[in-house]
Each structure stands twice: as C-alpha cells, then as structure tokens.
C-alpha cells in the first residue's frame, strides 16, 4: 500500500464541517486492508470491457517497484540470507523449543499463518489447525500479516530502510523488528524466562550450538576476526542476529505479479474484469488515497473501525486501541497502518484482528462504511457507505487478485539445533 497518487475523481467522504473532518481523510474503501470498488454496475467478464487503447498506466501514472533500500551497515550477503533463513525455520529462538518466525509466517500461508490471532508458546500443530496446549496461554492480540515485500516498507514519501513496521508503527527497520518477538509472552518467550533475560537466552542457546557459530564467522567474517580465538562465540550477539534475520526477510520479495506485468507493458496481463477493477480502484471508490504507489499503501494511519477479536492489552483488556499505545496520543486511538495490498489474495483472514475471513468481507466492510467496532466513535470514521453493486466487488475483488507473486523458497530440511522445522 502506497501513497498519495490520486487517479480520477476524489472518493466520497462524509459531508462534516471542517473542524471535524480528520487531518487525513481516507475516504471510500482505505486504510487497514483497503479494497474498495465501482464504476456501475459491469456485467461479467465477458462483458464490454474497457476500451483496450485505454491505457491506464498513463492514465494514473502507474510506476513499477522501486530498487529496495538496505541499510549501510547491513548491505545484501548470500551468506547473512542462507544464515538468516535457517533461523527464520528454527524454533530455537522460542524459551520452548516450539515456535519459530515460519510459526507465524509460513510459505504456504503467503508468510503469515492463516489464522485470525497466531498462536505462540505451547502451541502444536500450523495454520488453522493450530491449538494451545498450556490453558494459561493466551492468542497473540494482533493478525500476523505478510512478511514478503516488508523490505519496501515506508517512512515519508520514499522507500527506506526506515519503513514503519507491525500495525501500531511502534517500530522503523527490520532489523528492530526481528528481534522483538523473543521478548514477548505470547509470540515466543512464554514465561520460561522474565522478559529482560529472554534475548539473552536466546543468544545463549545458538550459541551452544557449533554450526551456528560457524556459519555467524562465515557471514561476519569481520566480527569474527576481532573475537578472542577461544571465544569465537561471542560473534553471536543481537546484532550479527538481528542482521542475519533482517537480510533473509528483506530477499522476500514478490514483484512480478500479473499487475506488474501490465504496468511493464503487457496489455494483456489484466483480464477485462480486472481493468474494471483497477479502475474502480482509482476512481468511484478511491481505495488509491490510501493504497496508492507500487506497494499499495501510504504507510499511515486511519480509523475505519474494523471489529475487535483477542485479548486486547494490558492496558485496555479485550480491546485494541493501535496507534494509541505507542503515542498515547488520543487521536491516535483505533489507528492503525494502511497494510499493503501486495499478495493480498494468498494472506486471509484480513484487518489488524484477522476478523474478515475473505477479501468479499472486506469490500464489503467497507462498502457498508466500516465502523464495526462497537468503541469507536462513528463520528471519527474516515469512510462511509459505498453503494457498490455485487458485480463491482467481484471485479474489484479480481483486480486484487492481480497483485500476488509469492516468492519459492526451499524450506530447510534440517535447522542446526535440530528442533523439528515448521513447513
């Protein structure tokens, strides 16, 4: 989801006096997992089409995907990717020996898990059938979205290496990210360790292992040279760590989807009904306000109420008020960040709750004008009703569609700490 980019006429907002409007508006179908549609009612795709010498990659502007950004102190390494994919597959970095980040972020669910909240410590089995064993565990308060493409993540109107990441924005750069999970109860630390032991017990485990110590000398060979030869381990710190993760989850990438080869010149890339919905999209209900640019997202924050499932926080139990909990700024409540819509047909359920199951729910979440959390104030919606007709959602829906190109990894038969590799 990008940025601000608005290609035909601007999306119906709610007619309120100025003072009330929001700072930022995200009129028609925005924010969270915006989908949005119509430009009356189509018939189906062997209906009249658009005009074929329309070209609507000169009509919006349409820019393929920019080069990614990399940190200067974390360029791309073959051997940081092989390391970082190997602990991306081992649960070893779990107090319990039972989760991994493909625990959450597996390949056959387009990198996230399928489920509506993810499950963590005590949990057997993947996806949809995964379950608790340990009744004092609780679900994770927030959906595991995609982790490919997050290396083109945004801070600002450029691409950076300082994108905002989770829901909340709460932190920028994936190598801040990578390592936040090993610290909380419900994704991997359980209450095996106090919270500020757990990145340290971590360490302290791969670093018992000798495969690992030499795979870390081998991509940071410069960190390795600097250790004390009887102490070779100690080139396994949060950082080496942190890099090696960062760099695996940044070759992630998907950017040759059918709609990429459209806007690289192939006419016939988009069926007829999903140039109706590309249109729609950037038109009748304006989704591009919010989900403009190549990745589909402007990468900032907006209420339209999506409803509320899991344990919320601890403080605001069964409820998740977003963007608040990292500025405690009152306006900030219920926002949360415009997801991309990249791979946005491989990722159910959707919205920063998993709480609509199909991508037809989410149209249709916000064709009724959101506000389905029974908290928010519907004067502070920033979308109202659509009037979408049912051949309009189903071509938008098909436009979506156009947007997926998972990446094919091999998922590693074996991890050095010999823990069983969720696949």
């Not at 972020?105 to 949990?123: E, I, K, N, V, Y």
């Not at 916000?366 to 506000?371: A, L, S, Y």
Request: glycine fraction near 10%.
């Amino acid at each position: 989801m990008s940025a601000d980019r608005r290609g035909g006429p601007p999306a119906r907002c709610r007619d309120r006096p100025a003072a009330a409007r929001p700072a930022r508006r995200l009129c028609s179908v925005t924010a969270l997992l915006g989908l949005a549609a119509a430009l009356g009612a189509c018939g189906g795709d062997d209906a009249q089409g658009p005009d074929a010498s329309d070209d609507l990659v000169l009509r919006y502007g349409l820019e393929p995907m920019p080069a990614m950004v990399h940190p200067a102190d974390n360029p791309p390494d073959p051997d940081r990717i092989a390391l970082g994919k190997l602990i991306f597959f081992d649960p070893v970095q779990s107090s319990g020996g039972d989760v991994a980040c493909a625990t959450c972020h597996l390949p056959r669910f387009g990198f996230a898990d399928g489920r509506d909240l993810p499950l963590g410590p005590s949990g057997i089995g993947l996806g949809p059938q995964r379950r608790l064993t340990d009744p004092d565990m609780v679900p994770e308060a927030r959906h595991s979205p995609t982790v490919v493409n997050v290396g083109f993540n945004r801070f600002g109107a450029q691409v950076t290496a300082d994108g905002f990441m989770f829901w909340d924005g709460r932190v920028r750069r994936l190598e801040r990210l990578v390592t936040l999970p090993q610290l909380e109860f419900s994704e991997m630390r359980g209450d095996a360790v106090p919270v500020e032991a757990a990145l340290d017990s971590v360490l302290a485990r791969i670093r018992r292992i000798p495969e690992y110590v030499e795979l870390f000398r081998a991509a940071f060979p410069e960190r390795a040279a600097l250790a004390d030869a009887g102490a070779l381990e100690s080139v396994v710190d949060s950082t080496t760590l942190s890099q090696a993760l960062a760099q695996f989850v940044r070759s992630l990438t998907g950017v040759e989807s059918a709609y990429d080869r459209y806007v690289a010149g192939d006419r016939d890339a988009l069926s007829d009904a999903a140039r109706r919905g590309l249109i729609l999209f950037h038109e009748k209900a304006g989704c591009v306000r919010c989900h403009s640019g190549p990745m589909f997202s402007d990468f900032q924050f907006h209420v339209v109420g999506a409803r509320q499932l899991g344990p919320g926080f601890q403080t605001t139990p069964h409820d998740d008020p977003g963007r608040w909990l990292v500025t405690r700024v009152e306006s900030d409540r219920y926002r949360f960040r415009t997801p991309s819509l990249r791979n946005v047909a491989e990722t159910a359920p959707y919205m920063h709750s998993g709480g609509y199951a199909t991508l037809r729910d989410v149209v249709e979440f916000f064709n009724r004008g959101g506000g389905d959390h029974p908290f928010v104030d519907p004067a502070r919606l920033e979308i109202e009703p659509l009037g979408l007709t049912d051949q309009e959602i189903d071509d938008l829906v098909t436009f979506l569609g156009t947007l997926s190109d998972m990446p094919e990894i091999e998922i590693p038969e074996r991890v050095p700490s010999g823990l069983a590799v969720p696949r």
